[in-house]
């Protein structure tokens, strides 16, 4: 059974750097193809992919947000840390992580966490 | 980037309801099409992967199609806890994209 959590901060002030972690069961993240991603979504828009990890340290992040995006993994505890610089208030949302299938889905997804950015 | 263009941006239906949303892509993505269903306060969850294969434990009522640019979900007969905000995501390539999504609600 896949399992997904995300833990973190629920208020960050503007300017500081959020940390994030997913930490998961039911899958290693040393099985080829497997990845997790992290997603956001603010209040009452729409889901954004933010960044993926593969198996094989691969990192993708999404352009609009590289520059303050890191996703790092750490295969012995099962978790993976997304960490966002420079919060705004724009940034408000609720973040989730998932498990990323060979062939491309994402089938399991934790249940989120809210981060409100506010000073 | 890829672009998702998803339609209609909301719906309403009645039980019973064949309803059909679209998805387009901005340029082909193959078949690397989910759509994923998402009710208030929860996690999104995948219902189709791959265009076409129903993700296991989905009601078979919920059905893909289309590769390329163009696909869409179908709900054969709609019931009561279908109602909810669909999205397609493109896994063909990063950045992964998502449609705008569409609020299916109760007429």
């Known amino acids: 059974q896949i399992t997904l959590k995300e833990s973190g901060p629920t208020l960050v002030k503007p300017t500081q750097t959020l940390t994030l972690t997913c930490t998961f069961s039911?899958?290693?993240?040393?099985?080829?193809?497997?990845?997790v991603g992290w997603f956001r979504q603010p209040p009452e828009k729409a889901l954004e992919w933010l960044a993926l990890i593969y198996w094989d340290d691969d990192k993708r992040y999404s352009p609009s947000l590289q520059s303050r995006l890191t996703i790092t993994k750490d295969t012995s505890t099962n978790q993976v840390v997304l960490t966002m610089t420079d919060m705004d208030p724009v940034d408000t949302a609720t973040y989730f992580c998932?498990?990323?299938?060979?062939?491309?889905?994402?089938?399991?997804w934790g249940p989120g966490t809210l981060v409100t950015v506010s000073s | 980037a890829i672009q998702m263009t998803q339609s209609p941006s909301s719906l309403s239906a009645s039980v019973g309801d064949r309803v059909t949303i679209t998805c387009r892509a901005s340029?082909?993505?193959?078949?690397?099409l989910g759509w994923y269903q998402q009710k208030p306060g929860k996690a999104p969850k995948l219902l189709i992967y791959?265009?076409?294969t129903l993700q296991s434990g989905v009601p078979s009522r919920f059905s893909g199609s289309g590769s390329g640019t163009h696909f869409t979900l179908t709900i054969s007969s709609l019931q009561p806890e279908d109602f909810a905000v669909y999205y397609c995501?493109?896994?063909?390539?990063?950045?992964?994209?998502f449609g705008q999504g569409t609020k299916l609600d109760i007429k």
């Open positions: 995501l493109q896994d063909y390539t990063s950045p992964y994209t």
């Open positions: 998932a498990h990323r299938r060979s062939l491309g889905e994402f089938a399991f």
């Open positions: 340029q082909g993505i193959r078949n690397d």
């Open positions: 039911g899958f290693s993240l040393t099985t080829g193809g497997v990845g």
């Open positions: 791959a265009a076409s």
